[in-house]
Nanobody, 115 residues
Framework: QVQLVESGGGSVQPGGSLRLSCAPS????????MGWYRQAPGKQRELVAS???????NYADSVKGRFTISRDNAKNTVYLQMNSLKPEDTAVYYC?????????WGQGTQVTVSS
């Protein structure tokens, strides 16, 4: 069973930066989209950013201008560069791949923004 493995989470002060990475543990073919979601305590999981196989991107309004999603097709890896982090960005971040009619989720990585 292929799993998505996330890395790069941690604790940072407001205004700081983090870079998340997500890669599959095995081969996944025909990936059509990759995305990052987050879930804060007591809230629903929400889309942060997504990128299609063609490179089109989509961002939540709350992160536009601060976060950048990118992908390395050769490595089937998706990244989320997070700059100017705010306390309200604190959440568990999950990556998701859509491929061949299936959805794959990562286990989540904690991002905490606090002074």
């Amino acid at each position: 069973q292929v799993q998505l493995v996330e890395s790069g989470g941690g604790s940072v002060q407001p205004g700081g930066s983090l870079r998340l990475s997500c890669a599959p543990s095995g081969s996944i073919f025909s990936i059509v989209a990759m995305g990052w979601y987050r879930q804060a305590p007591g809230k629903q999981r929400e889309l942060v950013a997504s990128i299609t196989s063609g490179g089109s991107t989509n961002y939540a309004d709350s992160v536009k201008g601060r976060f950048t999603i990118s992908r390395d097709n050769a490595k089937n890896t998706v990244y989320l560069q997070m700059n100017s982090l705010k306390p309200e960005d604190t959440a568990v971040y999950y990556c998701k791949f859509e491929a061949a009619g299936r959805r794959y989720w990562g286990q989540g990585t904690q991002v905490t923004v606090s002074s």
